[in-house]
């Protein structure tokens, strides 16, 4: 949609010429263009060219500059004005943010237009088919637009798989209704939009051949791959970039490398390694154990209990004579065990312990209000303690590169929108499990009356009342870019009947992409994927749940207040779904 709209806009311009100005023909050759200048203006606002050919112009200096921060392939004269080229720039704009996360894609994209609109080479590639009278002017109806399949491939093979975040799905869905290839991409550009609808005011096809006679040649200005080094995207705008495939090339074969088949089980040489390695360790640690504990079990000879070492040194073998050893025997005993001395450091630590654990026993209340002052103290920093609910704030450090990545993206951009969802669901029955559809009239209906209680929240911002339409993410500057099954029936429920009701639903489901009648209230294509839940396939007419998302501005929180208004108006949409 927004392709179109820019080609509609794209030669608008403050003043207009008429059929008698000076015109050199139609001619097709370098320097010259085939249209050039606005000879009239639709009654829904479209400015048309002038059908007439004229020699490429020098730009000035502003001019060429302006051009060239925009299309770099387009230097010297240019076949535009500089109304022209600001109204192209401004509305190019609009295609950035569906194209933004893939730059080879939005370089392919633009060039389309730069060639289209400024070439100085215009008239090698462009031929005016047919002329209309626009207010006693002749204004151009039709051209054709002579593009190489190389071109066109390139250009596709970039886009095609650009992922559109805000919406959760393909950009191409957006810019292209669902292009299967580059000709269907370019059927739809070229469309001639009626009146008030977005899109060319005039037809245009796109021949890739030309006859050797008419001297005119093919646009095929070099393109870059989604893989390019200078202008790469990241694998999941391009899986088929070189990078990517040669990651998961080489985790199939290194998955491939080595393998061992035990009966029915299949393992891995690594896997099946460790394994041998940790019973070998196992067996090896209980074989000492019992090693030692058999060992020890057997009696020692020239063993001398150490209750009968003496302050001496002097070993005595009857056990009678010495019945009640001095207590010098106590203390000499841990330095001495089966006729090993003991290290000084462990007598030192034994006789610690010992009094230590004697003091612990004789004032239990001193240790146990001390144990509790200290837990008592440790826990002082509970007073500062405060739950984060960000999780790049969890996840990410504040001073790692991807924190400081976000922040450039977030100040030069814009932050990630703020999402509030509602599920609901049809209950399983007790016998099978198995959950209704919820596709029906009642539930169509019930959600219709949810969705205005919605729309009725008013939350209180310092005095002031905050709606979902006034924090809500809006696309095209008016409606809010809600994912939900409502947006079949552009969100009023007025037009539930006149548009068929639950059949209406299902022919959307699948021509969400190319039936007028299906586009949201924002004027985009809305994938069921992402409003249905509980289905297998695309068999959307047996979801068993409605998932309703509402998008919600984000901005930078540097003083913590910026975002004070999606919060108030989230604590009264969480109330109101409990």
Not at 112 to 128: A, G, H, K, R, W
Not at 208 to 234: A, Q, R, W
Not at 330 to 351: C, P, T, W
Not at 417 to 424: A, G, M
Request: hydrophobic share 35%; proline share 5%; with cysteine.
């Amino acid at each position: 949609m927004q392709v179109l709209f820019i080609l509609g806009v794209a030669y608008a311009a403050q003043t207009s010429v008429t059929s008698n100005a000076t015109a050199a023909g139609e001619r097709h050759s370098e320097g010259y263009c085939a249209m050039y200048g606005i000879c009239g203006q639709r009654s829904d606002g479209k400015y048309i060219n002038c059908p007439f050919g004229t020699p490429s112009v020098k730009p000035d200096d502003l001019l060429s500059s302006k051009v060239q921060s925009l299309c770099p392939t387009i230097t010297g004269n240019v076949c535009c004005t500089e109304a022209q080229f600001d109204t192209l720039r401004s509305q190019v704009q609009q295609a950035i943010p569906f194209l933004v996360g893939c730059p080879a894609c939005l370089r392919n994209f633009l060039n389309l237009f730069c060639e289209l609109t400024c070439s100085p080479n215009q008239s090698l590639f462009i031929n005016v088919t047919s002329v209309a009278k626009v207010n006693r002017n002749m204004t151009v109806n039709g051209i054709d637009y002579y593009i190489t399949d190389d071109f066109g491939e390139g250009l596709f093979n970039s886009c095609k798989d650009v992922k559109f975040g805000t919406m959760n799905s393909r950009a191409i869905e957006f810019i292209g209704a669902g292009a299967k290839n580059f000709k269907d991409w370019f059927a739809f550009i070229g469309r001639q939009a009626p009146s008030k609808m977005p899109g060319s005011p005039y037809a245009i096809r796109f021949p890739s051949s030309v006859t050797v006679s008419s001297g005119m040649k093919p646009m095929n200005v070099s393109t870059y791959s989604c893989g390019d080094n200078s202008l790469g995207c990241s694998c999941g705008d391009c899986p088929s970039a070189t990078v990517c495939s040669n990651t998961v090339s080489l985790v199939s074969r290194k998955g491939g490398s080595c393998s061992v088949r035990i009966g029915s089980i299949k393992a891995k040489c690594i896997d099946l390694a460790v394994a041998v390695l940790y019973i070998a360790l196992v067996s090896v640690f209980f074989g000492w154990g019992l090693f030692h504990r058999t060992r020890k079990t057997k009696p020692a000879s020239g063993t001398t209990p150490w209750w009968n070492v003496m302050d001496d040194g002097e070993v005595h073998s009857n056990r009678e004579k010495n019945e009640n050893p001095p207590m010098q025997v106590f203390e000499d005993a841990s330095h001495v065990r089966n006729d090993v001395q003991l290290s000084i450091v462990q007598g030192y630590m034994s006789k610690f312990f010992r009094r230590y654990g004697t003091w612990v026993a004789r004032n239990p209340s001193i240790v146990l209000c001390s144990s509790l002052a200290v837990v008592l103290l440790l826990c002082l920093g509970l007073i500062r303690f405060k739950v984060e609910t960000r999780p790049e704030k969890l996840w990410v450090g504040p001073g790692s590169k991807a924190a400081e990545e976000k922040q450039f993206f977030d100040i030069h951009l814009a932050p990630f929108y703020r999402i509030e969802q509602l599920i609901l669901a049809t209950i399983p029955d007790g016998k099978h499990g198995n959950s209704p559809s919820i596709v029906t009239e009642d539930n169509i209906k019930l959600l219709f009356e949810i969705q205005k209680k919605v729309d009725g929240i008013k939350a209180n911002y310092s005095g002031s009342a905050v709606s979902l339409a006034d924090i809500c993410m809006k696309p095209m500057d008016k409606d809010c870019a809600t994912q939900s099954v409502l947006q079949y029936f552009k969100m009023d429920p007025a037009n539930y009947d006149g548009y068929g009701g639950v059949e209406h639903l299902k022919y959307c489901f699948e021509h969400y992409s190319s039936a007028d009648t299906c586009m949201s209230a924002f004027k985009g294509p809305l994938d069921p994927s992402t409003a249905l839940g509980g289905f297998s396939g695309k068999n959307y007419s047996e979801a068993s749940a409605f998932l309703v998302t509402y998008p919600v501005n984000n901005a930078l929180s540097n003083d913590g207040n910026e975002t004070a208004r999606a919060l108030a108006w989230e604590k009264a949409f969480i109330e109101l779904a409990k």
